[in-house]
């Protein structure tokens, strides 16, 4: 079956440093890959897609990487801020194409 | 545009119970969406719909839950009878459909479904 895996552990790091998450998929050929950032008692808020012949898209302080031989993303923020402080989940479309299937996010925690 | 609304945003009932959850979607977007999120199993999507019909409705977990989407602009979910098992933050999101697989999903703020 389809799978999507990201750290279940929180990372913690510090401001001014570079947060990178790793999502992995298996069994899955996605053709776009995206992700979002909740934050607590909200709802997912969509950020970056990168599509499956880029290899990298970025966005302001924001970068994705999209490995298809690896399945593997990588999102990454430089000069990391508190306020980046949330959950980051990434989400794979499915194969009916407008349906996503997300993985379980990964927690950011940035100190100051 | 207010973005997509949902209510209520939090409901506590008892198991047995009917439960109805509503969402009005993005005036003018053709995809609506109906998620479950909980710790264990994270961000589950139930069903969905593209012009007011349902495309996949594979998600929803059993025959208690069901879905309607009497028109563009509200859609509701409904478990009956609750059980707790279904407390969980229930998301409706929805898409313009322009994407194709690209598209880009907006979320409601979602609503807290205690169910006691």
């Known amino acids: 079956s389809q799978k999507i895996e990201q750290n279940s552990e929180a990372l913690n790091i510090q401001e001014g440093k570079t947060a990178t998450l790793t999502c992995n998929y298996t069994n899955y050929s996605p053709a776009y890959l995206q992700w979002y950032r909740q934050d607590p008692g909200r709802g997912p808020v969509f950020l970056l897609l990168?599509?499956?012949?880029?290899k990298e898209k970025r966005k302001e302080r924001l970068k994705v990487t999209f490995d298809t031989t690896l399945k593997q993303s990588l999102f990454h923020i430089t000069a990391s801020q508190p306020a980046d402080s949330a959950t980051y989940l990434c989400?794979?479309?499915?194969?009916?194409?407008?349906?996503?299937?997300f993985g379980k996010g990964t927690s950011l925690l940035v100190t100051p | 545009d207010a973005g997509v609304i949902q209510s209520p945003r939090h409901e506590v009932t008892e198991m047995g119970q009917e439960v109805t959850l509503r969402c009005k979607p993005i005036?003018?977007?053709?995809?609506l969406f109906w998620y479950r999120q909980t710790m264990m199993r994270g961000l589950e999507l139930l069903i969905y719909f593209n012009n007011n019909v349902p495309i996949d409705d594979s998600g929803m977990p059993e025959d208690r839950f069901s879905a309607k989407m009497p028109n563009a602009s509200f859609s509701t979910l409904k478990i009956q009878p609750s059980e707790p098992r279904d407390s969980a933050v229930y998301f409706c999101?929805?898409?313009?459909?322009?994407?194709?697989?690209?598209?880009?999903?907006?979320f409601g703020p979602g609503t807290r479904l205690t169910v006691l």
């Open positions: 999101a929805s898409s313009s459909g322009l994407g194709g697989g690209a598209d880009t999903q907006y």
């Open positions: 989400a794979l479309d499915l194969d009916s194409g407008y349906a996503l299937n």
């Open positions: 990168i599509r499956e012949n880029e």
């Open positions: 005036s003018g977007h053709d995809y």
